[in-house]
């Protein structure tokens, strides 16, 4: 075995998994596995299985997600671009399948960045009901947008805030959160080198603190009746089952729920904790049986790495009833709400990013020249349908979100909603996030590109195309001049804008095609 790990890790693995020691080791011997998950929000399981140039086996415990065999590479490929498949470790698409979202729900993924479990949970919406992603780094956030951005997410939120801050926002209200806590990362010892670097024996404790304060938000934040996924990416049974039958003996509403698909994985460890003699005597009995109903993913037993996850169902009863705040609905029958902005967020052009101070939308003056009429005659004129939600205005920014602006007052807001464009001057123009949630019936001028002749990767690299006007595809009394939705094998890839014979490319700088 090439990798080196540290030897009190080695040490603690034997003593939890004894005679199974040797198969778990030799599991580091194997390349780590890889996958994409089929982001359905544009594509359905069947189109991509149809349209995929690789081989792809079923992952068992994810129906939209496929083994990708070693040496190939999903994301030098235009389908990437057009946002049709996330590429993703296969145990981290466990915790979703485990937290059933349905569409129309609440859902605050509270761990959220770089973004792969809430794009999950996106494609599960549909499209329907509200999902809010918060992490604390900023960074981070930047790549959670962007993620959030190029699977054409229409109805989510990106907070960079602390879960205690969120709880007094949404009490009670999310019908499902998933914590993807923070940790010491040993089940991704073979997939990430870095991991084994940083880790030392106070890691599990370390982390432990911080996931039991995280938890403990989250749980404000639940609806009666509602169901929480708590989920790590380590072996350390401090931070697993030792969170949860705290958690447990904390929160009496709750209780741990077998996981769907259990077949697929092995049950908690508590029986190395009770040896603990200090936890032993703060836990009862009972509760350390409820965490035998968590689910292990051990790499020597599924094609997988390390993770862990219990499922927190909430018995629907609450001690006292929080006000509830309500999310929109899909549309407004007095139309949409228009609310402005004082304060300025600061995103690139096609992307988000965090702004100034920690204020979020308020009512401002009007300014001398109103970007919502400009905005307001863009939608009329190219797309096919009025978005739903409130139109939020950020200075020149404008969103569509699926919240009214004062529920997200006094939270750092990266990214309100669905990112529509800037209006300047009296003229708006559409964002890259706009062009990648539409879908080509959608957009009034639309040119199709074929992923087979070069041309797509020369639209992704940024260059300007000669494109005749009648291979673009109008609606009736649209000519084809203006912008354009461009799609890839029919699936929208972003925009550009024609005129005399030529297409500008409108593909943002910082998302360029850059594999040779």
Known sequence: MALQLPAAFEERMKSILQDQYDRFIASYDHDPYSGIRVNTLKISVEDLLALSPWRLKPIP???TGYYTEIGERPG???YYHAGLYYIQEPSAMAPVEMLDVKPGEKVL???????GKSTQIAAKLQGQGLLISNDLNSDRTKALAKNLELYGVRNGVVLQEHPERIAGKFPGFFDKILVDAPCSGEG???KDEDMVRQWDAQSPLKYAAMQRDILK??????KP????VYSTCTFSPEENEAI???FIAEHEHFHVQTPERSGCFAQGESEWLKENEELARAIPVEIWEQTKHTARLWPHLIEGEGHFLAVLQHDGTWEEEPELLEATPASHADGRERLQAKEQMRPERGRSSGKKGKGAPKAAAAPMA???EAYEQFIKSHLAFEPGGYTIVYGQHIYQSPLPAEALDGLKVVRPGWYMGDAKNGRFMPAHPLATALHPEEFNRVLPLSSETGEAVRYLKGETLDVEAQRIACSEGITAKGYVLVCIDGYSAGFGKWQDGFLKNEYPAGWRWTSI
């Open 61 to 63: 415990w994810c129906p």
């Open 76 to 78: 030098r490929h235009p």
């Open 109 to 115: 993924d509270l761990c959220a960045a770089p973004g």
């Open 188 to 190: 991704m010892f073979r």
């Open 217 to 222: 938000s989250a749980a404000k934040m639940l």
């Open 225 to 228: 009746g509602g169901r929480m």
């Open 244 to 246: 949860i039958a705290e």
């Open 370 to 372: 109103d970007p919502l």
